[in-house]
Protein backbone atom coordinates (compact mmCIF):
# COMPACT_ATOMS: atom_id res chain seq x y z
CA UNK A 1 0.00 0.00 0.00
CA UNK A 2 1.06 3.41 -1.37
CA UNK A 3 -1.44 5.49 -1.10
CA UNK A 4 -4.78 6.31 -0.40
CA UNK A 5 -7.52 7.85 -2.53
CA UNK A 6 -11.11 9.78 -1.87
CA UNK A 7 -12.74 9.14 -5.17
CA UNK A 8 -15.56 11.11 -6.25
CA UNK A 9 -18.62 8.97 -5.22
CA UNK A 10 -22.44 9.53 -4.16
CA UNK A 11 -21.72 8.60 -0.63
CA UNK A 12 -24.37 10.59 1.53
CA UNK A 13 -23.72 13.51 2.93
CA UNK A 14 -21.21 12.32 6.22
CA UNK A 15 -19.33 9.23 4.74
CA UNK A 16 -16.66 9.08 3.03
CA UNK A 17 -14.77 5.74 0.96
CA UNK A 18 -11.02 5.74 0.83
CA UNK A 19 -9.74 3.21 -2.24
CA UNK A 20 -6.16 2.25 -0.82
CA UNK A 21 -3.48 2.40 -3.82
CA UNK A 22 -0.95 -0.51 -4.50
CA UNK A 23 2.65 0.49 -5.49
CA UNK A 24 1.89 -1.04 -8.96
CA UNK A 25 -1.51 1.37 -9.24
CA UNK A 26 -3.56 -1.48 -8.20
CA UNK A 27 -6.79 -0.59 -7.02
CA UNK A 28 -8.41 -2.74 -3.65
CA UNK A 29 -11.06 -2.75 -1.48
CA UNK A 30 -12.89 0.66 -0.49
CA UNK A 31 -13.15 1.58 3.16
CA UNK A 32 -16.09 3.11 4.36
CA UNK A 33 -15.75 5.71 6.64
CA UNK A 34 -18.58 6.85 8.77
CA UNK A 35 -17.87 10.70 9.05
CA UNK A 36 -15.24 13.53 7.18
CA UNK A 37 -12.20 14.91 7.91
CA UNK A 38 -10.27 10.95 7.77
CA UNK A 39 -7.08 11.05 9.25
CA UNK A 40 -5.56 7.32 9.23
CA UNK A 41 -2.28 5.35 10.82
CA UNK A 42 -1.32 1.89 10.08
CA UNK A 43 -0.01 -0.43 12.55
CA UNK A 44 3.55 -1.66 12.27
CA UNK A 45 2.49 -4.41 10.45
CA UNK A 46 0.16 -3.06 8.29
CA UNK A 47 -2.47 -5.41 9.98
CA UNK A 48 -4.73 -2.68 11.08
CA UNK A 49 -5.44 0.83 10.79
CA UNK A 50 -6.14 3.64 13.31
CA UNK A 51 -8.65 6.20 12.04
CA UNK A 52 -10.12 9.20 12.97
CA UNK A 53 -13.14 10.87 11.55
CA UNK A 54 -15.93 13.13 12.63
CA UNK A 55 -19.75 12.65 12.26
CA UNK A 56 -22.54 14.19 13.15
CA UNK A 57 -23.18 11.45 15.91
CA UNK A 58 -20.07 12.93 18.06
CA UNK A 59 -21.06 16.38 17.36
CA UNK A 60 -18.23 16.85 14.90
CA UNK A 61 -15.69 15.83 17.17
CA UNK A 62 -13.12 13.06 15.88
CA UNK A 63 -13.50 9.66 16.72
CA UNK A 64 -10.89 7.23 17.07
CA UNK A 65 -11.62 3.58 14.91
CA UNK A 66 -9.92 0.39 14.21
CA UNK A 67 -10.44 -1.44 10.91
CA UNK A 68 -8.30 -4.46 9.10
CA UNK A 69 -6.02 -2.88 7.06
CA UNK A 70 -4.57 -5.83 4.59
CA UNK A 71 -5.66 -5.15 1.30
CA UNK A 72 -7.56 -8.78 1.02
CA UNK A 73 -9.31 -7.63 4.08
CA UNK A 74 -9.23 -3.95 4.29
CA UNK A 75 -12.02 -1.94 5.94
CA UNK A 76 -13.24 -5.26 8.12
CA UNK A 77 -14.01 -5.73 11.39
CA UNK A 78 -14.32 -2.01 11.63
CA UNK A 79 -14.79 -0.84 15.34
CA UNK A 80 -15.80 2.24 16.93
CA UNK A 81 -13.24 2.43 20.14
CA UNK A 82 -14.46 5.66 20.87
CA UNK A 83 -11.40 8.30 22.45
CA UNK A 84 -12.06 11.13 21.01
CA UNK A 85 -9.08 12.77 19.11
CA UNK A 86 -6.90 12.32 15.87
CA UNK A 87 -4.78 9.27 14.45
CA UNK A 88 -2.30 10.98 13.97
CA UNK A 89 -1.75 11.77 17.93
CA UNK A 90 -1.22 8.10 18.01
CA UNK A 91 2.06 5.69 17.94
CA UNK A 92 2.11 2.15 17.50
CA UNK A 93 4.48 0.17 19.42
CA UNK A 94 3.12 -3.11 17.92
CA UNK A 95 0.72 -5.12 15.89
CA UNK A 96 -1.84 -4.62 18.09
CA UNK A 97 -0.98 -1.74 21.12
CA UNK A 98 -1.09 1.72 20.22
CA UNK A 99 -0.67 5.20 22.56
CA UNK A 100 -2.72 8.24 21.87
CA UNK A 101 -2.51 11.60 22.82
CA UNK A 102 -5.99 12.74 23.37
CA UNK A 103 -7.54 16.18 24.67
CA UNK A 104 -9.02 16.43 27.78
CA UNK A 105 -12.11 18.64 26.19
CA UNK A 106 -13.25 19.10 22.73
CA UNK A 107 -15.54 21.31 21.37
CA UNK A 108 -18.62 20.83 19.13
CA UNK A 109 -17.42 20.84 15.62
CA UNK A 110 -13.57 20.82 16.62
CA UNK A 111 -13.22 17.92 13.74
CA UNK A 112 -13.69 20.61 10.98
CA UNK A 113 -11.91 22.82 13.09
CA UNK A 114 -8.65 21.55 15.05
CA UNK A 115 -6.90 24.28 15.70
CA UNK A 116 -9.52 24.88 18.34
CA UNK A 117 -8.01 21.66 21.08
CA UNK A 118 -4.57 23.57 20.44
CA UNK A 119 -4.56 24.91 24.06
CA UNK A 120 -6.19 21.98 25.65
CA UNK A 121 -4.14 20.00 27.61
CA UNK A 122 -4.05 16.34 26.17
CA UNK A 123 -3.79 13.36 28.20
CA UNK A 124 -2.49 9.66 26.94
CA UNK A 125 -4.03 6.22 26.66
CA UNK A 126 -3.06 2.85 25.98
CA UNK A 127 -5.15 1.27 22.85
CA UNK A 128 -5.57 -2.26 22.13
CA UNK A 129 -6.70 -1.93 18.79
CA UNK A 130 -7.62 -6.06 19.20
CA UNK A 131 -10.36 -5.74 21.46
CA UNK A 132 -10.81 -2.23 21.07
CA UNK A 133 -10.69 -0.99 24.23
CA UNK A 134 -8.41 1.89 25.84
CA UNK A 135 -7.20 3.39 29.26
CA UNK A 136 -5.90 6.40 30.80
CA UNK A 137 -2.34 5.70 31.86
CA UNK A 138 -0.44 9.26 31.47
CA UNK A 139 -1.28 12.81 32.82
CA UNK A 140 1.30 15.30 31.89
CA UNK A 141 2.40 17.05 35.33
CA UNK A 142 3.17 20.43 32.93
CA UNK A 143 -0.34 20.52 30.89
CA UNK A 144 0.32 20.66 27.37
CA UNK A 145 -1.43 19.77 23.87
CA UNK A 146 0.77 16.87 22.20
CA UNK A 147 1.45 16.87 18.60
CA UNK A 148 3.55 14.40 18.00
CA UNK A 149 3.77 10.72 20.90
CA UNK A 150 7.09 7.95 19.89
CA UNK A 151 6.88 5.20 22.09
CA UNK A 152 10.40 3.69 23.40
CA UNK A 153 10.50 0.10 21.50
CA UNK A 154 10.32 -1.62 25.41
CA UNK A 155 6.58 0.32 25.63
CA UNK A 156 8.34 1.82 29.32
CA UNK A 157 8.32 5.46 28.09
CA UNK A 158 6.62 7.66 25.79
CA UNK A 159 8.66 10.72 23.90
CA UNK A 160 6.07 13.60 23.08
CA UNK A 161 6.40 16.94 21.20
CA UNK A 162 4.37 20.23 22.61
CA UNK A 163 2.56 21.39 20.19
CA UNK A 164 2.99 24.81 21.20
CA UNK A 165 6.57 24.72 21.97
CA UNK A 166 8.25 22.29 19.68
CA UNK A 167 9.74 20.91 22.56
CA UNK A 168 10.66 17.21 23.22
CA UNK A 169 9.57 15.89 26.40
CA UNK A 170 9.53 12.39 27.92
CA UNK A 171 7.41 10.37 30.02
CA UNK A 172 7.71 6.99 31.71
CA UNK A 173 5.07 5.02 31.92
CA UNK A 174 6.25 2.19 34.15
Do not use: H
Request: glycine share 10%.
Amino acid sequence: MVALWRPETDQPFGQIEIVPIGKNQEKMKGLEVPGLGFVGKWSQDGARMLFSASSAESDWKPMLWVVNGRSDDIGTDRKLIGLATWADKCSFTSATIAYCAAPRELLTGSGFARESANDTQDDIYRVDVGTGQYRLVATLSDPAAISKIMPTPDGSALYYTELKTGALKKIRLR
